[in-house]
């Protein structure tokens, strides 16, 4: 019997155990490999349990100071600030039910995609759990998990936030991501990047390596524990969908209607290394509404604009999935 067996946890079938050891999923329920959004049952584009809240208190929070585009396109840049650690994740909102139903849809559908961990990586799992059950007492999502629940599930379920763990690597020091709960990528997948380097995690992201790769790496590498660092970053894409690991890019001659279709995507990010572990774990809480919301803030409108007018190609086409979305959506934020 493997290590996970005992916990309601095996290999995936067909491998006759020679998968990869850190890929488990439950018995029975595994779909096999990405496919579409068409493929996920109960979280279809069409489902009416969609976290489509467009509230005035969740456009307030995903249109809170400071914007993550309001210093402009032409450079990214780190932003990192402190944040005091009772604010580290955050568990209440208009959206966090939402999100919340869809993670466990998520971790009984698409385990396999959205639940990885490295050998090796057990300890620190277990003290991040810890961490975030501390977090979580006394919240409404505060609620019992089945005794054997794999703690990168049990972590996730209670907060909206995404989870990546970071340990050094033994050989050349560098940071890699060894355990991950990903409900909600968007244009990647966790099976693509578990066992990477924290700079080719970020290989398809333009510019990364030249403006951001080593600030970060310096960010990660000195952060003492007790700390929390905060950052924010944003994007355009075409659809409400939260598990986005495909990209949801313009097709070309899908121009009509677009500006109605594109939703503006915040990424709250934080940073923080457990102090048992010395792990540094990366959150990713996703805000997100239409782009028509902003006709509410005319200053975040004309914000976005600025930014948006400033991408240089290569990001534009990262950031809002086409370069083509660029005049449509300037065109209609002047407007605003």
């Not at 709960?181 to 290989?203: E, M, Q, Y």
């Not at 990660?220 to 660092?229: I, K, S, Y």
């Amino acid at each position: 019997m493997d290590d996970h067996a005992a916990d309601g946890f095996a290999p995936l079938p067909g491998t006759n155990g020679g998968c990869p050891p850190f890929l488990f999923t439950r018995r029975a329920t595994y779909r096999g490999a990405m496919a579409t959004w068409d493929d996920v049952p109960g979280v279809t584009a069409s489902s009416n349990n969609l976290p489509l809240h467009t509230t005035t208190a969740a456009t307030a929070r995903l249109l809170r100071r400071p914007l993550p585009f309001a210093a402009g396109g032409a450079r990214h840049k780190v932003g990192a600030r402190k944040v005091e650690p009772a604010d580290w994740l955050e568990l209440t909102g208009d959206d966090v039910a939402g999100q919340l139903a869809q993670k466990r849809r998520l971790f009984e559908d698409r385990r396999g995609d959205v639940l990885r961990a490295l050998p090796g990586s057990a300890q620190a799992c277990e003290e991040l759990l810890g961490m975030v059950r501390e977090a979580a007492a006394g919240t409404p999502s505060d609620t019992p998990m089945p005794s054997g629940v794999n703690p990168l599930e049990e972590a996730g379920s209670p907060a909206p936030e995404d989870f990546c763990l970071h340990l050094p690597d033994p050989a050349s020091g560098e940071l890699v991501l060894v355990a991950g709960s990903v409900c909600f990528p968007n244009r990647w997948l966790l099976a693509d990047k578990i066992g990477r380097a924290v700079t080719a995690v970020h290989t398809p992201v333009p510019r990364y390596a030249s403006q951001l790769g080593s600030p970060v790496d310096r960010l990660m590498q000195r952060l003492p524990a007790g700390r929390v660092m905060e950052r924010s970053n944003w994007g355009l894409v075409d659809g409400p969908e939260l598990y986005a690991p495909l990209g949801r890019n313009v097709e070309p001659g899908a121009e009509r209607g677009l500006f109605e279709r594109l939703w503006l995507r915040i990424e709250r990010q934080t940073l923080r290394r457990l102090p048992q572990t010395g792990a540094i774990v990366f959150t990713i809480r996703t805000l997100q509404a239409p782009v028509s919301v902003l006709r509410s803030d005319p200053e975040a409108a004309a914000l976005l604009a600025r930014a948006i007018g400033e991408l240089p190609p290569d990001v534009a086409d990262y950031k809002l999935g086409s370069v083509a979305v660029k005049d449509a959506v300037l065109s209609r934020l002047a407007a605003f």
